[in-house]
Protein backbone atom coordinates (compact mmCIF):
# COMPACT_ATOMS: atom_id res chain seq x y z
CA UNK A 1 0.00 0.00 0.00
CA UNK A 2 2.77 2.64 0.77
CA UNK A 3 4.24 1.68 -2.66
CA UNK A 4 0.55 2.59 -3.96
CA UNK A 5 0.72 5.61 -2.17
CA UNK A 6 4.15 6.46 -3.30
CA UNK A 7 3.14 5.86 -7.09
CA UNK A 8 0.49 7.91 -7.12
CA UNK A 9 1.99 10.89 -5.50
CA UNK A 10 4.41 10.99 -8.14
CA UNK A 11 2.07 10.35 -10.54
CA UNK A 12 0.11 13.52 -9.45
CA UNK A 13 3.16 15.45 -9.26
CA UNK A 14 4.12 14.28 -13.08
CA UNK A 15 0.47 15.17 -13.99
CA UNK A 16 0.67 18.90 -12.45
CA UNK A 17 3.90 19.20 -14.23
CA UNK A 18 2.29 17.98 -17.59
CA UNK A 19 -0.53 20.52 -17.11
CA UNK A 20 2.05 23.41 -15.83
CA UNK A 21 3.22 23.10 -19.69
CA UNK A 22 0.03 22.99 -21.65
CA UNK A 23 1.58 20.29 -22.99
CA UNK A 24 -0.67 17.83 -25.19
CA UNK A 25 0.57 14.62 -27.33
CA UNK A 26 0.50 16.68 -30.67
CA UNK A 27 3.09 19.66 -29.61
CA UNK A 28 6.27 17.85 -29.01
CA UNK A 29 8.38 18.30 -25.66
CA UNK A 30 11.52 20.45 -25.80
CA UNK A 31 14.49 18.49 -25.02
CA UNK A 32 15.07 19.74 -21.24
CA UNK A 33 11.52 18.70 -20.95
CA UNK A 34 11.79 15.27 -22.91
CA UNK A 35 14.61 14.68 -20.00
CA UNK A 36 12.72 15.78 -17.29
CA UNK A 37 10.15 13.21 -18.30
CA UNK A 38 12.30 10.78 -18.71
CA UNK A 39 13.91 11.67 -15.41
CA UNK A 40 10.15 11.12 -13.92
CA UNK A 41 9.81 7.72 -15.61
CA UNK A 42 12.89 5.89 -14.62
CA UNK A 43 11.33 7.53 -10.73
CA UNK A 44 8.65 5.49 -11.51
CA UNK A 45 9.09 2.69 -12.54
CA UNK A 46 12.67 1.79 -11.17
CA UNK A 47 12.00 2.69 -7.45
CA UNK A 48 15.17 1.76 -5.36
CA UNK A 49 16.71 0.80 -8.61
CA UNK A 50 14.82 -2.21 -8.91
CA UNK A 51 12.11 -2.39 -11.53
CA UNK A 52 8.49 -2.89 -10.28
CA UNK A 53 6.81 -3.99 -12.90
CA UNK A 54 6.26 -7.17 -14.34
CA UNK A 55 4.67 -8.01 -17.46
CA UNK A 56 3.19 -11.11 -18.18
CA UNK A 57 5.38 -13.31 -19.95
CA UNK A 58 8.97 -12.57 -18.38
CA UNK A 59 11.94 -14.88 -17.70
CA UNK A 60 13.36 -12.63 -15.42
CA UNK A 61 10.71 -11.91 -13.16
CA UNK A 62 11.77 -14.51 -10.29
CA UNK A 63 8.08 -16.05 -10.45
CA UNK A 64 8.78 -18.59 -8.02
CA UNK A 65 6.68 -21.63 -8.83
CA UNK A 66 7.59 -21.38 -12.70
CA UNK A 67 11.43 -20.18 -13.05
CA UNK A 68 10.33 -19.78 -17.00
CA UNK A 69 6.86 -18.53 -17.04
CA UNK A 70 5.28 -18.66 -20.46
CA UNK A 71 2.11 -17.16 -21.09
CA UNK A 72 0.87 -19.33 -23.55
CA UNK A 73 -3.04 -19.02 -23.19
CA UNK A 74 -5.38 -15.77 -23.01
CA UNK A 75 -6.89 -14.40 -20.08
CA UNK A 76 -9.28 -16.27 -18.60
CA UNK A 77 -12.73 -13.93 -20.59
CA UNK A 78 -15.26 -15.92 -18.64
CA UNK A 79 -14.51 -14.12 -15.24
CA UNK A 80 -12.54 -11.36 -15.96
CA UNK A 81 -13.16 -9.66 -20.06
CA UNK A 82 -15.32 -10.59 -21.76
CA UNK A 83 -13.23 -10.06 -25.45
CA UNK A 84 -9.85 -11.10 -26.58
CA UNK A 85 -7.85 -10.16 -29.24
CA UNK A 86 -4.15 -12.42 -29.91
CA UNK A 87 -3.14 -14.99 -32.03
CA UNK A 88 -4.05 -17.70 -29.65
CA UNK A 89 -7.43 -17.45 -28.00
CA UNK A 90 -9.31 -19.40 -24.91
CA UNK A 91 -12.75 -19.53 -26.52
CA UNK A 92 -14.76 -20.94 -23.86
CA UNK A 93 -16.84 -23.16 -26.21
CA UNK A 94 -14.32 -24.18 -29.12
CA UNK A 95 -11.10 -24.48 -27.66
CA UNK A 96 -7.66 -22.83 -28.82
CA UNK A 97 -7.87 -21.16 -32.35
CA UNK A 98 -5.51 -19.06 -34.22
CA UNK A 99 -7.60 -16.48 -35.56
CA UNK A 100 -6.24 -12.92 -36.74
CA UNK A 101 -7.54 -9.56 -35.30
CA UNK A 102 -10.39 -8.74 -37.38
CA UNK A 103 -12.26 -12.33 -37.18
CA UNK A 104 -11.48 -12.00 -33.15
CA UNK A 105 -13.16 -8.64 -33.37
CA UNK A 106 -16.36 -9.82 -35.30
CA UNK A 107 -16.12 -6.12 -37.39
CA UNK A 108 -14.65 -6.88 -40.59
CA UNK A 109 -14.38 -3.45 -41.21
CA UNK A 110 -12.03 -2.79 -37.64
CA UNK A 111 -8.68 -1.28 -38.88
CA UNK A 112 -6.35 -1.63 -35.97
CA UNK A 113 -2.81 0.30 -35.44
CA UNK A 114 -0.75 -0.23 -33.03
CA UNK A 115 0.19 3.31 -31.64
CA UNK A 116 3.62 2.04 -30.01
CA UNK A 117 5.39 0.80 -32.96
CA UNK A 118 3.34 3.33 -35.32
CA UNK A 119 2.57 -0.42 -37.45
CA UNK A 120 -1.29 0.90 -39.68
CA UNK A 121 -3.42 -1.44 -40.26
CA UNK A 122 -3.22 -4.61 -38.34
CA UNK A 123 -6.31 -6.01 -38.88
CA UNK A 124 -4.94 -9.10 -41.34
CA UNK A 125 -2.38 -9.74 -38.58
CA UNK A 126 -2.44 -12.03 -35.96
CA UNK A 127 -0.25 -10.26 -33.40
CA UNK A 128 1.62 -6.94 -32.87
CA UNK A 129 4.75 -6.86 -34.40
CA UNK A 130 7.12 -4.35 -32.66
CA UNK A 131 9.85 -5.86 -30.69
CA UNK A 132 9.22 -5.99 -26.81
CA UNK A 133 12.03 -3.44 -25.27
CA UNK A 134 10.79 -0.84 -28.06
CA UNK A 135 7.20 -1.45 -27.23
CA UNK A 136 7.88 -1.31 -23.61
CA UNK A 137 9.94 2.24 -24.21
CA UNK A 138 7.75 3.47 -26.07
CA UNK A 139 4.66 2.98 -24.54
CA UNK A 140 5.84 4.47 -21.60
CA UNK A 141 6.56 7.78 -23.28
CA UNK A 142 3.32 7.85 -25.34
CA UNK A 143 1.12 6.87 -21.70
CA UNK A 144 2.70 10.07 -20.08
CA UNK A 145 2.37 11.92 -23.25
CA UNK A 146 -1.38 11.14 -23.97
CA UNK A 147 -3.16 9.88 -20.80
CA UNK A 148 -3.79 11.38 -17.68
CA UNK A 149 -4.77 10.32 -14.42
CA UNK A 150 -7.54 12.38 -12.70
CA UNK A 151 -9.30 12.21 -9.39
CA UNK A 152 -13.37 11.56 -10.02
CA UNK A 153 -15.47 11.75 -6.83
CA UNK A 154 -16.22 8.58 -5.74
CA UNK A 155 -13.96 6.38 -7.86
CA UNK A 156 -10.52 7.57 -6.83
CA UNK A 157 -8.08 8.56 -9.42
CA UNK A 158 -9.25 7.27 -13.29
CA UNK A 159 -7.16 7.27 -16.52
CA UNK A 160 -8.25 9.96 -19.20
CA UNK A 161 -7.37 10.13 -22.55
CA UNK A 162 -5.25 13.90 -23.18
CA UNK A 163 -5.83 13.33 -26.82
CA UNK A 164 -8.62 11.44 -29.03
CA UNK A 165 -7.40 7.93 -29.78
CA UNK A 166 -8.46 5.76 -32.47
CA UNK A 167 -11.12 2.77 -32.50
CA UNK A 168 -8.90 -0.13 -32.20
CA UNK A 169 -6.01 1.02 -30.99
CA UNK A 170 -3.67 -0.38 -28.60
CA UNK A 171 -2.92 2.07 -25.45
CA UNK A 172 -0.86 0.13 -23.29
CA UNK A 173 0.32 -3.04 -21.26
CA UNK A 174 -1.78 -3.26 -18.47
CA UNK A 175 1.30 -4.67 -15.57
CA UNK A 176 1.24 -5.84 -12.66
CA UNK A 177 2.57 -8.53 -10.41
CA UNK A 178 2.59 -12.08 -11.64
CA UNK A 179 1.14 -14.22 -8.94
CA UNK A 180 -0.52 -17.70 -9.17
CA UNK A 181 -4.43 -17.39 -8.40
CA UNK A 182 -4.42 -19.71 -5.47
CA UNK A 183 -8.08 -18.30 -4.38
CA UNK A 184 -11.27 -17.09 -5.91
CA UNK A 185 -10.84 -12.91 -6.18
CA UNK A 186 -13.19 -10.53 -3.70
CA UNK A 187 -14.75 -8.10 -5.54
CA UNK A 188 -12.95 -5.72 -4.34
CA UNK A 189 -9.70 -7.59 -5.57
CA UNK A 190 -10.93 -8.46 -8.75
CA UNK A 191 -11.02 -4.89 -9.96
CA UNK A 192 -7.30 -5.09 -10.29
CA UNK A 193 -6.70 -8.75 -11.43
CA UNK A 194 -6.09 -9.84 -15.21
CA UNK A 195 -6.67 -13.73 -15.13
CA UNK A 196 -4.40 -15.73 -17.20
CA UNK A 197 -3.06 -18.75 -17.96
CA UNK A 198 0.87 -19.60 -17.24
CA UNK A 199 2.32 -22.84 -18.33
CA UNK A 200 4.14 -24.93 -15.89
CA UNK A 201 7.51 -26.16 -16.40
CA UNK A 202 7.64 -29.84 -18.30
CA UNK A 203 9.09 -32.51 -16.22
CA UNK A 204 8.61 -36.29 -17.86
CA UNK A 205 6.83 -34.61 -20.00
CA UNK A 206 3.92 -33.06 -17.55
CA UNK A 207 3.63 -29.55 -17.17
CA UNK A 208 -0.01 -27.75 -17.45
CA UNK A 209 -1.57 -24.67 -16.87
CA UNK A 210 -2.29 -22.58 -14.35
CA UNK A 211 -4.32 -20.14 -13.64
CA UNK A 212 -2.13 -16.82 -13.09
CA UNK A 213 -2.98 -12.82 -12.52
CA UNK A 214 -1.46 -9.98 -13.00
CA UNK A 215 -2.23 -8.31 -9.76
CA UNK A 216 -2.29 -4.24 -10.69
CA UNK A 217 -3.68 -3.52 -7.24
CA UNK A 218 0.12 -2.76 -5.50
CA UNK A 219 1.79 -1.44 -8.36
CA UNK A 220 1.42 -1.48 -12.01
CA UNK A 221 1.42 0.70 -15.06
CA UNK A 222 -1.18 3.29 -15.97
CA UNK A 223 -3.18 1.15 -17.32
CA UNK A 224 -4.60 -0.15 -13.43
CA UNK A 225 -6.26 2.97 -13.10
CA UNK A 226 -8.93 2.36 -15.75
CA UNK A 227 -12.46 2.58 -14.45
CA UNK A 228 -15.46 -0.07 -14.39
CA UNK A 229 -18.33 1.20 -16.75
CA UNK A 230 -20.99 -0.64 -17.94
CA UNK A 231 -20.47 1.25 -21.39
CA UNK A 232 -16.80 1.12 -21.94
CA UNK A 233 -14.62 2.34 -24.49
CA UNK A 234 -11.75 0.04 -23.93
CA UNK A 235 -10.97 -3.72 -23.32
CA UNK A 236 -8.03 -5.76 -21.96
CA UNK A 237 -6.97 -8.22 -24.83
CA UNK A 238 -3.85 -10.22 -24.96
CA UNK A 239 -1.66 -9.58 -27.54
CA UNK A 240 1.62 -10.51 -28.98
CA UNK A 241 4.56 -8.08 -28.88
CA UNK A 242 7.28 -9.27 -30.74
CA UNK A 243 8.49 -12.72 -31.83
CA UNK A 244 8.25 -14.51 -28.35
CA UNK A 245 6.36 -12.26 -25.60
CA UNK A 246 2.85 -11.68 -24.74
CA UNK A 247 1.07 -8.86 -22.76
CA UNK A 248 -2.40 -8.01 -21.92
CA UNK A 249 -3.07 -4.20 -23.23
CA UNK A 250 -5.84 -2.27 -23.11
CA UNK A 251 -7.25 -1.62 -26.46
CA UNK A 252 -10.07 1.10 -27.67
CA UNK A 253 -12.95 -0.44 -28.67
CA UNK A 254 -15.47 0.36 -32.06
CA UNK A 255 -15.78 4.17 -31.32
CA UNK A 256 -12.28 6.58 -30.85
CA UNK A 257 -11.84 7.43 -27.82
CA UNK A 258 -12.45 11.80 -27.69
CA UNK A 259 -9.97 14.05 -25.88
CA UNK A 260 -10.47 14.25 -22.17
CA UNK A 261 -12.91 11.15 -22.00
CA UNK A 262 -12.28 8.83 -19.34
CA UNK A 263 -10.71 5.36 -20.55
CA UNK A 264 -13.20 2.60 -19.10
CA UNK A 265 -13.43 -1.01 -19.39
CA UNK A 266 -15.67 -3.62 -18.00
CA UNK A 267 -14.65 -5.25 -14.79
CA UNK A 268 -17.04 -8.31 -15.62
CA UNK A 269 -19.78 -9.76 -12.66
CA UNK A 270 -17.39 -10.51 -9.79
CA UNK A 271 -16.76 -6.51 -8.94
CA UNK A 272 -20.50 -6.98 -8.71
CA UNK A 273 -20.69 -9.36 -6.15
CA UNK A 274 -19.71 -7.54 -2.71
CA UNK A 275 -22.69 -4.76 -2.77
CA UNK A 276 -20.67 -2.58 -4.68
CA UNK A 277 -22.39 0.40 -6.10
CA UNK A 278 -21.18 1.56 -10.40
CA UNK A 279 -20.57 5.24 -10.55
CA UNK A 280 -20.23 4.96 -14.29
CA UNK A 281 -23.14 6.41 -15.34
CA UNK A 282 -24.22 4.84 -18.16
CA UNK A 283 -27.55 4.71 -18.76
CA UNK A 284 -27.39 0.95 -18.93
CA UNK A 285 -25.84 0.78 -15.28
CA UNK A 286 -25.79 -2.64 -13.97
CA UNK A 287 -26.14 -1.58 -10.74
CA UNK A 288 -26.51 2.42 -10.04
CA UNK A 289 -26.40 4.03 -6.68
CA UNK A 290 -30.09 5.09 -6.86
C1 LIG B 1 -8.65 -0.98 -10.78
S1 LIG B 1 -9.06 0.22 -9.57
C2 LIG B 1 -9.07 1.71 -10.47
C3 LIG B 1 -8.13 2.70 -9.83
C4 LIG B 1 -8.67 3.30 -8.58
N1 LIG B 1 -9.70 4.29 -8.90
C5 LIG B 1 -7.57 3.94 -7.75
O1 LIG B 1 -7.65 5.13 -7.40
O2 LIG B 1 -6.57 3.24 -7.41
C6 LIG B 1 -10.69 -0.20 -9.15
C7 LIG B 1 -11.35 0.60 -8.06
O3 LIG B 1 -11.73 1.90 -8.53
C8 LIG B 1 -13.05 2.25 -8.09
N2 LIG B 1 -13.96 2.26 -9.26
C9 LIG B 1 -13.64 1.99 -10.54
N3 LIG B 1 -14.73 2.08 -11.34
C10 LIG B 1 -15.76 2.40 -10.56
C11 LIG B 1 -17.16 2.62 -10.80
N4 LIG B 1 -17.70 2.53 -12.02
N5 LIG B 1 -17.95 2.92 -9.74
C12 LIG B 1 -17.42 3.03 -8.50
N6 LIG B 1 -16.11 2.84 -8.20
C13 LIG B 1 -15.29 2.52 -9.21
C14 LIG B 1 -13.45 1.15 -7.13
O4 LIG B 1 -13.03 1.54 -5.84
C15 LIG B 1 -12.65 -0.05 -7.60
O5 LIG B 1 -12.46 -1.02 -6.60
Not at 8 to 26: G, V
Not at 55 to 73: I, K, T
Not at 75 to 92: A, E, K, L, M, Y
Not at 138 to 158: H, M, N, V
Amino acid sequence: MAENIEQIRLLRQIEEWKTSLHHTASTPLSRQNRERLSAWLRRLYTPNGSPLYFYAQDDESGFPLFPRVRVSAAIDGRTFHPQVISDHVVDQSRGFQNKNLTQLLKDPSARIDCLVCEQRDLSNKTFFECEYETWVEKTQKIWFERLAIRESPGKGYCLFARESIAAWTSIGEYRGELVKSSWKATASESAYWANIHCEAPRKNNRGGQTLCRIDGSKKGSLMRFASHSCSPNAQLAKGRVGSDRYAVELVSMANAIQSGEEITIDYGTDWFADGEYCLCGSPDCRKPAI
